[in-house]
């Protein structure tokens, strides 16, 4: 029995078109009609075309570039739905803007991902889907369920199908200390070993690789992180792991390519091969291409999480 809900319904703000009408692609199903702009003064205009009373609502919003009006979308989006009667409400954000505030840092620092989701439950979301949060506490910032996706094992398929499983060749490589267990459990999926970047972070954005922890030498290494924001850490990983650690060649790989500043002048001109992205964010629309980034679909992984919480069946295999 559906618990909440006539039919599903998916919609969307303007962070990630794309990616919502490939999920409603994998559901068979037509994206719901709004109209999501602004008036003259810069306010959030919504206007929902089509019905919702009672239907399982998805709305599809990355809160990324430029972060408060896409999040400010996803909040009155949230609250139309709310106020035209929708059966349940499921705020789908594939990439969670915010989630580096999670903590306290120095004195008087805010804790904004937490009022983030505190915004998103008032506005009147039940649940909350979601992939790979900067830091999985977040979770517990929330007063309604939040199914936390991890995009790991799409990564894994893809190296598997590469360079095979087990391959002695190849090693998985953290970062820095904070992604030692991403990292550990990744390289378990390709039955590799692991090294670690041990670095210190003089300020924001900024990073000063100190030693490499592991021997890399003569193997083709993968870099896993969860963000890439300005691309500083991860190239400097890559260049040390490369002249430090003699690694034969260096790819990447990252759920969410934020790709603000010089980040795409970085990796560029890097050491690293190629560098993989989940389609969370889309690549920036003003931005010259870069050949070394591709993009994996996450559609398939949504529309199954999606299709699950409608039918009210467990979705915890996802999360491996």
Do not use: W
């Amino acid at each position: 029995m559906i618990a909440h809900g006539k039919e599903i319904k998916v919609f969307c703000g303007n962070s990630n078109p794309a990616l919502a009408e490939e999920i409603c692609s994998q559901l068979y199903t037509k994206l719901g009609e709004a109209t999501v702009s602004q008036f003259a003064d810069g306010e959030c205009s919504i206007s929902v075309v089509e019905p919702v009373r009672g239907k399982d609502v998805f709305i599809v919003q990355s809160t990324c570039n430029p972060v408060n009006d896409h999040l400010m979308e996803m909040l009155v989006m949230i609250d139309a739905m709310r106020r035209a009667s929708a059966g349940r409400i499921t705020a789908v954000i594939p990439y969670f803007g915010y989630a580096r505030q999670d903590r306290k840092a120095k004195s008087r620092d805010p804790i904004s991902a937490k009022l983030v989701a505190n915004l998103i439950t008032a506005a009147g979301a039940d649940r909350v889907l979601t992939m790979d949060l900067h830091a999985a506490q977040i979770q517990g910032f929330f007063d309604i369920p939040v199914d936390n996706l991890m995009g790991a094992h799409l990564f894994a398929k893809h190296y598997i199908k590469q360079f095979g499983k087990n391959n002695e060749d190849v090693m998985v490589v953290s970062p820095d200390v904070g992604s030692t267990a991403r990292a550990r459990a990744f390289s378990m999926k390709l039955g590799v070993n692991m090294a670690i970047v041990d670095k210190r972070r003089e300020k924001a954005n900024q990073s000063e690789v100190m030693n490499i922890i592991g021997n890399v030498e003569g193997k083709k290494c993968i870099l896993l992180d969860d963000i890439v924001d300005t691309a500083g850490s991860l190239v400097g990983a890559a260049k040390a792991i490369s002249e430090i650690g003699g690694a034969k060649e260096v790819y990447a790989c990252a759920t969410h390519g934020v790709l603000s500043g010089p980040a795409i002048d970085r990796i560029e001109n890097s050491c690293i091969k190629e560098l993989l992205f989940l389609d969370t964010i889309p690549y920036p629309e003003d931005r010259p291409k870069c050949d070394k980034i591709r993009y994996l679909s996450t559609a398939p992984v949504f529309a199954e999480a999606i299709r699950r919480i409608y039918e009210e069946v467990s979705i915890s295999n996802l999360f491996d």
